[in-house]
Protein backbone atom coordinates (compact mmCIF):
# COMPACT_ATOMS: atom_id res chain seq x y z
CA UNK A 1 0.00 0.00 0.00
CA UNK A 2 0.97 3.91 -0.05
CA UNK A 3 -0.57 5.30 3.46
CA UNK A 4 0.26 9.19 3.65
CA UNK A 5 -0.74 10.33 7.13
CA UNK A 6 -1.87 14.31 7.65
CA UNK A 7 -1.58 15.85 11.20
CA UNK A 8 -4.00 17.80 12.38
CA UNK A 9 -7.25 16.89 10.60
CA UNK A 10 -8.52 19.58 12.10
CA UNK A 11 -7.41 22.94 13.58
CA UNK A 12 -8.67 26.82 14.92
CA UNK A 13 -6.67 29.06 15.64
CA UNK A 14 -6.75 32.54 16.22
CA UNK A 15 -5.98 35.42 13.43
CA UNK A 16 -2.41 36.22 13.59
CA UNK A 17 -0.83 32.73 14.65
CA UNK A 18 1.28 30.27 12.42
CA UNK A 19 0.02 26.83 12.38
CA UNK A 20 2.13 23.36 11.16
CA UNK A 21 0.75 21.24 9.32
CA UNK A 22 2.53 18.17 8.73
CA UNK A 23 2.62 15.56 6.03
CA UNK A 24 4.25 11.73 6.49
CA UNK A 25 4.57 9.03 4.17
CA UNK A 26 4.07 5.57 6.34
CA UNK A 27 4.93 2.92 3.94
CA UNK A 28 7.37 4.08 1.12
CA UNK A 29 10.03 7.05 1.07
CA UNK A 30 8.32 10.01 -1.20
CA UNK A 31 10.58 11.92 -3.33
CA UNK A 32 8.01 14.58 -4.06
CA UNK A 33 5.15 15.70 -2.03
CA UNK A 34 2.67 18.22 -3.03
CA UNK A 35 0.48 20.36 -1.06
CA UNK A 36 -2.75 21.76 -1.96
CA UNK A 37 -5.69 24.10 -0.70
CA UNK A 38 -9.10 23.46 -1.64
CA UNK A 39 -12.39 26.33 -0.63
CA UNK A 40 -15.92 24.89 -0.69
CA UNK A 41 -17.28 23.60 -3.72
CA UNK A 42 -13.89 24.31 -5.45
CA UNK A 43 -11.13 21.91 -7.11
CA UNK A 44 -8.11 21.28 -5.57
CA UNK A 45 -5.32 24.30 -5.95
CA UNK A 46 -1.64 23.00 -6.03
CA UNK A 47 0.10 25.31 -3.81
CA UNK A 48 3.79 23.89 -4.19
CA UNK A 49 5.97 21.09 -4.96
CA UNK A 50 8.50 19.82 -2.57
CA UNK A 51 11.31 17.80 -3.20
CA UNK A 52 13.37 15.92 0.18
CA UNK A 53 16.66 18.32 0.58
CA UNK A 54 15.24 21.34 -1.64
CA UNK A 55 13.46 24.56 -1.47
CA UNK A 56 9.98 24.04 -2.46
CA UNK A 57 8.37 25.67 -5.73
CA UNK A 58 5.72 27.50 -5.33
CA UNK A 59 2.58 28.19 -7.84
CA UNK A 60 2.16 31.56 -8.91
CA UNK A 61 0.59 33.96 -6.74
CA UNK A 62 1.14 31.35 -3.63
CA UNK A 63 3.21 33.46 -0.87
CA UNK A 64 6.47 31.51 -0.13
CA UNK A 65 6.87 33.69 3.00
CA UNK A 66 3.18 32.95 3.84
CA UNK A 67 3.34 29.02 3.28
CA UNK A 68 6.65 28.15 4.69
CA UNK A 69 7.59 24.47 3.13
CA UNK A 70 9.53 22.02 4.82
CA UNK A 71 10.82 18.54 3.31
CA UNK A 72 13.23 17.44 5.39
CA UNK A 73 13.17 13.94 4.94
CA UNK A 74 12.08 11.27 2.38
CA UNK A 75 8.81 10.96 4.46
CA UNK A 76 8.10 14.26 6.07
CA UNK A 77 7.05 17.35 4.88
CA UNK A 78 5.13 20.48 6.88
CA UNK A 79 3.10 23.17 5.81
CA UNK A 80 3.23 26.35 8.74
CA UNK A 81 0.37 28.77 7.47
CA UNK A 82 2.53 31.98 9.23
CA UNK A 83 0.17 35.00 10.12
CA UNK A 84 -3.18 33.46 9.63
CA UNK A 85 -5.97 35.29 8.41
CA UNK A 86 -9.78 34.40 8.04
CA UNK A 87 -9.02 34.70 4.42
CA UNK A 88 -6.91 31.09 4.83
CA UNK A 89 -9.65 29.32 6.32
CA UNK A 90 -9.29 26.09 3.66
CA UNK A 91 -8.79 22.71 3.52
CA UNK A 92 -5.11 21.74 3.14
CA UNK A 93 -4.39 18.22 1.68
CA UNK A 94 -0.94 17.11 1.18
CA UNK A 95 -0.11 14.39 -1.25
CA UNK A 96 3.04 12.26 -1.69
CA UNK A 97 4.53 10.11 -4.98
CA UNK A 98 7.08 7.40 -4.42
CA UNK A 99 10.11 7.40 -6.66
CA UNK A 100 9.27 5.66 -10.64
CA UNK A 101 5.22 6.20 -9.94
CA UNK A 102 3.08 8.41 -11.46
CA UNK A 103 0.31 8.33 -9.00
CA UNK A 104 0.33 10.19 -5.79
CA UNK A 105 -1.60 9.42 -2.62
CA UNK A 106 -3.26 11.84 -0.82
CA UNK A 107 -3.23 12.35 2.93
CA UNK A 108 -6.28 12.72 5.11
CA UNK A 109 -6.44 16.19 4.85
CA UNK A 110 -6.68 19.65 7.32
CA UNK A 111 -9.34 21.73 8.23
CA UNK A 112 -8.32 24.83 8.90
CA UNK A 113 -10.14 27.59 10.74
CA UNK A 114 -8.79 31.13 11.29
CA UNK A 115 -10.73 32.82 13.57
CA UNK B 1 -2.21 27.36 -19.34
CA UNK B 2 -3.23 23.30 -18.57
CA UNK B 3 -7.14 22.88 -18.27
CA UNK B 4 -9.02 20.05 -17.47
CA UNK B 5 -12.54 20.12 -17.86
CA UNK B 6 -15.20 18.51 -16.35
CA UNK B 7 -19.35 18.19 -16.51
CA UNK B 8 -20.07 19.86 -12.86
CA UNK B 9 -23.18 17.60 -12.49
CA UNK B 10 -24.70 16.82 -11.05
CA UNK B 11 -25.36 13.90 -12.38
CA UNK B 12 -27.86 11.61 -10.68
CA UNK B 13 -28.24 7.72 -11.51
CA UNK B 14 -30.90 5.26 -10.18
CA UNK B 15 -28.63 2.18 -8.45
CA UNK B 16 -27.79 -0.37 -10.87
CA UNK B 17 -27.37 1.85 -12.96
CA UNK B 18 -23.98 2.58 -15.10
CA UNK B 19 -23.08 6.34 -14.39
CA UNK B 20 -20.46 7.66 -16.54
CA UNK B 21 -18.22 10.64 -16.26
CA UNK B 22 -16.43 12.91 -18.99
CA UNK B 23 -13.46 14.79 -18.81
CA UNK B 24 -11.22 16.24 -21.71
CA UNK B 25 -7.78 17.88 -21.34
CA UNK B 26 -5.88 20.58 -22.90
CA UNK B 27 -2.35 19.69 -22.76
CA UNK B 28 -1.22 17.31 -25.82
CA UNK B 29 1.99 16.48 -24.24
CA UNK B 30 0.01 14.86 -21.23
CA UNK B 31 1.27 11.48 -20.19
CA UNK B 32 -0.96 9.89 -17.40
CA UNK B 33 -4.52 10.38 -16.53
CA UNK B 34 -6.08 9.53 -12.83
CA UNK B 35 -9.26 9.34 -11.07
CA UNK B 36 -9.78 10.45 -8.13
CA UNK B 37 -13.56 10.06 -5.84
CA UNK B 38 -13.87 12.74 -2.89
CA UNK B 39 -16.38 12.43 -0.36
CA UNK B 40 -17.29 15.35 1.11
CA UNK B 41 -15.16 16.68 3.23
CA UNK B 42 -12.21 14.54 2.84
CA UNK B 43 -9.38 13.92 0.87
CA UNK B 44 -9.36 12.66 -2.69
CA UNK B 45 -9.25 8.62 -2.89
CA UNK B 46 -7.31 7.44 -6.35
CA UNK B 47 -9.65 4.60 -7.90
CA UNK B 48 -8.38 4.93 -11.33
CA UNK B 49 -5.17 5.62 -13.48
CA UNK B 50 -4.39 4.81 -16.95
CA UNK B 51 -1.68 5.42 -19.64
CA UNK B 52 -2.40 4.16 -22.98
CA UNK B 53 -5.40 4.23 -25.05
CA UNK B 54 -7.93 2.17 -24.86
CA UNK B 55 -9.99 0.73 -21.66
CA UNK B 56 -8.70 -0.50 -18.21
CA UNK B 57 -10.93 -1.97 -16.29
CA UNK B 58 -10.79 -2.99 -12.07
CA UNK B 59 -14.31 -4.51 -10.69
CA UNK B 60 -17.27 -2.29 -11.61
CA UNK B 61 -14.78 0.39 -12.58
CA UNK B 62 -13.49 0.85 -16.48
CA UNK B 63 -11.76 4.33 -17.47
CA UNK B 64 -11.08 4.72 -21.11
CA UNK B 65 -8.17 6.66 -22.57
CA UNK B 66 -8.47 8.69 -26.19
CA UNK B 67 -5.40 10.64 -26.55
CA UNK B 68 -6.24 11.76 -30.09
CA UNK B 69 -9.51 13.38 -28.56
CA UNK B 70 -7.97 14.25 -25.38
CA UNK B 71 -10.89 12.90 -23.70
CA UNK B 72 -10.64 10.63 -20.88
CA UNK B 73 -13.56 8.92 -19.47
CA UNK B 74 -15.12 6.65 -16.14
CA UNK B 75 -17.71 4.40 -16.41
CA UNK B 76 -19.13 2.95 -12.97
CA UNK B 77 -21.39 -0.39 -13.73
CA UNK B 78 -24.05 -1.36 -11.13
CA UNK B 79 -23.47 2.14 -9.04
CA UNK B 80 -24.51 2.22 -5.32
CA UNK B 81 -25.85 4.58 -2.88
CA UNK B 82 -21.79 4.55 -1.85
CA UNK B 83 -20.63 5.69 -5.01
CA UNK B 84 -21.99 9.14 -4.51
CA UNK B 85 -19.56 11.93 -4.52
CA UNK B 86 -17.46 14.01 -6.12
CA UNK B 87 -15.09 12.76 -9.32
CA UNK B 88 -12.02 14.32 -9.91
CA UNK B 89 -9.93 14.00 -13.05
CA UNK B 90 -6.44 14.66 -12.91
CA UNK B 91 -3.61 14.84 -15.91
CA UNK B 92 -0.04 14.68 -15.68
CA UNK B 93 2.11 15.99 -18.52
CA UNK B 94 5.60 16.96 -17.28
CA UNK B 95 8.30 15.33 -15.37
CA UNK B 96 7.74 17.11 -12.57
CA UNK B 97 4.45 14.76 -12.08
CA UNK B 98 2.28 18.06 -11.01
CA UNK B 99 -1.44 17.04 -11.66
CA UNK B 100 -3.74 19.20 -13.15
CA UNK B 101 -7.15 18.63 -11.96
CA UNK B 102 -10.93 19.38 -13.31
CA UNK B 103 -13.24 20.97 -11.20
CA UNK B 104 -15.22 17.57 -10.43
CA UNK B 105 -18.02 16.12 -11.43
CA UNK B 106 -20.80 15.67 -8.45
CA UNK B 107 -22.48 12.23 -8.68
CA UNK B 108 -25.50 11.20 -6.83
CA UNK B 109 -26.84 7.18 -7.25
CA UNK B 110 -30.15 7.11 -6.07
CA UNK B 111 -31.48 4.00 -3.88
Known amino acids: GAVVSQHPSRVICKSGTSVKIECRSL??????MFWYRQFPKQSLMLMATSNEGSKATYEQGVEKDKFLINHASLTLSTLTVTSAHPEDSSFYIC???????????FGQGTRLTVV | QKEVEQNSGPLSVPEGAIASLNCTYS??????FFWYRQYSGKSPELIMSIYSNGDKEDGRFTAQLNKASQYVSLLIRDSQPSDSATYLC???????????FGKGTLLTVNP
Open chain 1, 27 to 32: DFQATT
Open chain 2, 27 to 32: DRVSQS
Open chain 2, 90 to 100: AVNGGSNYKLT
Open chain 1, 95 to 105: SARKELVSEAF
